[in-house]
């Protein structure tokens, strides 16, 4: 069997995309009152539209920059948690758990830990420069944002 | 005289120190933002919206300017220092300007791009004023049917010009279409692919998915490519000064290539980039010494630098005169707009004077500040580029959280920012363009509700989009648009065998 190539996945993944789509534009409910056209017809003609545009990509060669480029074999070399996509990974983690957290725990302390920790895990060695700049931006910000632009921002473990 | 007068009350608005203290703010953040390699003009004027919120409109669209046409300046310093253009716009200018600085001319380069960037600017500002509100008479007339056909050719123009597939153009046109009309439809009250979960009643704010696909985006692909801890050596700056007969080279060009910059920002689609091209291909094709472009000549710096500045204010035409914007950066200020409750079109000329004449007034001053910036500063703004990448990165990441969670207070809208960061870069990587999205985004639910009131006029008869000449030709140039790039290779391998 022959493999498929990137545009023929992501096509394969538009059409099912495009299908629920369709499926789900099938069930808006119609309105009681008789008009031209209803609130279902233009997400139809989308569904039918990205399931047509899907076909066509499936039909079209990637070029090389629809492919993405290798990336650097030294950093691939790395410990596992350092590789490239595990940066994107980890970072991803992070930002879920601070959006998570940043209600109980509030802004300033997730903040500075967002900005300290992911600086650090990047590689940025000098610690306390690293502490000052997040401590220093994320009050720059906090105070900004309420004291100046009437913002609320969650104050949560600390009292201020 | 009426343009001057309208002129002189934009300036009584610009002039006001609040207004001062946004333009000056505007431009220098541009600058900044648009210098960082990676971050361009969309990803700066997506995270300086959230600043926006509470001001008054024609303040607010004063900052935004600032920020854009900043942002289109700062892509040229690190064009020449670096090699690493901040803004697609300003790729051009590294053609010229980095060999400039491997000479030791870079201080040379910078100055010219000043230069360049303030006359591009300011010829652009006079050609807007007297466009715009020509502009505006004929689109008074407009009405759904026509708006709704100037959506779609400003979509298929975007489209068609990316340089990236047509195909996944459109794909990304679409989906952008989805998510703007999720949420309660406003003429039925029916909810549409809410998923039944509450936060979805009122749609995804735009912010979300601007940040999201752009800025977050951006640092996920640095992230990748090894952006986490590797440094750039930049060139050093070395002298600003340009001699009478450098000037006197470089007249002509920016002349030129400011008209010719200025028109292409005006068509849907084109902007600052194409304008760039055009401009540095135009001057090559002119030059006596074209041979030399490439290798450091001056005049490939200037050419560029007056288009793109140019065509970034021309890029306003459309946006205020017709309340259709026809580029990424713009659609990202159309939101900004709606968001502080101003529509822009042409009403707004005479609904809204203020903001229009206000922010015209406040461009020549910001072409000002922009020129006062850089020439004396830059070799100060440019350490910025010395700032350790990790830092930068996160950074970055926390102002997209706070510009989102500053503006719903929705810990659901953080998970969706990440959702779209991620599926920004999986559009980077797969070659599909970004701006068509964030476009179809900012006018699919205007294009809807377009489209139905020009079908409820009709009684439901579709041949009105036909019957009227004017959206009767738009609908036939974005056909063409989508036509002509799969007939031009066609047509060359025909060619090629004759």
């Not at chain 1, 903040?111 to 300290?116: A, D, H, P, R």
């Not at chain 2, 343009?3 to 946004?22: H, K, Q, V, W």
């Not at chain 2, 030399?292 to 021309?314: L, Y």
């Amino acid at each position: 069997m022959t493999r498929l190539n990137s545009n023929q996945i992501i096509a394969l993944l538009l059409a099912l995309l495009a299908v629920g789509y369709l499926a789900m534009a099938w069930q808006i409910p119609t309105f009681p009152l008789p008009r031209p056209i209803d609130s279902d017809l233009f997400p139809k003609v989308l569904g039918f539209t990205l399931l047509g545009l899907a076909v066509l990509l499936f039909l079209e060669k990637p070029k090389a920059k629809d492919v993405p480029e290798a990336l650097d074999p030294e950093e691939q070399q790395q410990p596992l948690l350092l590789r490239p996509w595990s940066r994107v990974v980890v970072t991803a983690i992070t930002l879920a758990v601070y959006a998570v957290l940043l209600v109980p725990v509030g802004f300033v302390l997730t903040s500075v830990g967002l900005v300290y920790g992911l600086a650090a895990y990047y590689g940025y060695r000098r610690h306390w420069i690293n502490l000052a700049t997040a401590l220093g931006v994320v009050l720059a910000l906090y105070l900004t944002m309420t004291r100046v632009m009437g913002v609320y921002l969650p104050t949560g473990v600390l009292p201020i | 005289m009426e343009a001057f007068n309208n002129l002189m009350y934009g300036f009584s608005i610009a002039l006001e120190p609040i207004n001062l203290f946004y333009v000056f703010a505007g431009v220098f953040a541009g600058t900044v933002i648009g210098m960082l390699p990676g971050l361009g003009p969309i990803s700066a004027l997506a995270l300086m919206i959230p600043l926006t919120f509470g001001m008054d409109p024609s303040s607010g669209l004063i900052l935004m300017a600032g920020v854009y046409y900043g942002a289109i300046f700062g892509g040229s310093t690190s064009s020449i220092l670096l090699n690493a253009p901040g803004v697609a716009g300003t790729v051009a200018t590294s053609f010229d300007g980095y060999p400039m600085a491997k000479q030791g001319q870079a201080g040379k380069a910078l100055a010219i791009a000043a230069y360049a960037s303030f006359i591009g600017g300011t010829v652009s500002i006079i050609f807007l004023m007297m466009v715009a509100p020509l502009l505006g008479r004929v689109a008074v007339s407009f009405g759904p049917a026509e708006y709704f056909s100037l959506m779609v050719l400003g979509l298929t123009a975007v489209v068609s010009l990316s340089d990236k597939s047509l195909v996944k153009g459109l794909i990304a046109a679409v989906v952008g279409v989805m998510i703007s009309i999720m949420g309660i439809d406003l003429q039925t009250g029916t909810e549409r692919f809410t998923f039944g979960t509450v936060h979805l009643l009122d749609g995804i704010e735009f912010l979300v998915v601007a940040l999201g696909i752009f800025a977050l985006a951006e640092v996920f692909y640095m992230l990748l490519k090894g952006g986490g801890g590797k440094e750039q050596p930049r060139n050093a700056i070395g002298s600003l000064k340009l001699s009478k007969a450098e000037v006197k080279e470089i007249a002509a060009p920016i002349g030129r290539s400011s008209i010719l910059g200025f028109f292409t920002g005006v068509l849907p689609g084109a902007g600052a980039t194409i304008g760039s091209f055009l401009g540095y291909s135009m001057e090559k094709r002119l030059a006596k010494d074209g041979d030399t472009f490439g290798k450091g000549n001056i005049k490939g710096v200037a050419a560029p630098e007056s288009a793109n500045n140019a065509a970034c204010t021309g890029s306003f035409v459309p946006l205020l005169t017709l309340g259709v914007p026809g580029s990424g950066s713009t659609a990202v200020l159309l939101g900004a707009l709606l968001v502080m409750g101003v529509s822009p079109g042409p009403a707004m000329l005479v609904d809204r004077p203020d903001v229009f004449w206000g922010v015209v007034a406040s461009m020549y001053l910001g072409n000002i500040f922009l020129l006062v910036l850089n020439l004396p500063l830059i070799p100060l703004i440019a350490k910025i580029l010395d700032m350790p990448r990790p830092l930068l990165l996160s950074l970055i990441l926390i102002f997209c959280m706070i510009g989102v969670y500053g503006m719903s207070f929705s810990v659901f809208d953080l998970l969706l920012l990440l959702g779209f960061g991620l599926l920004g870069l999986g559009m980077r990587l797969f070659g599909f363009p970004a701006a068509p999205l964030i476009l179809a985004l900012i006018l699919g639910a205007i294009m809807e509700e377009s489209m139905r009131r020009a079908l409820q006029i009709s009684g439901g008869d579709w041949s009105i989009f036909i019957d009227k000449p004017i959206s009767m030709w738009l609908l036939i140039i974005a056909a063409l648009s989508l036509i002509l790039p799969l007939v031009k290779p066609v047509l060359k391998m025909a060619k090629a065998r004759r």
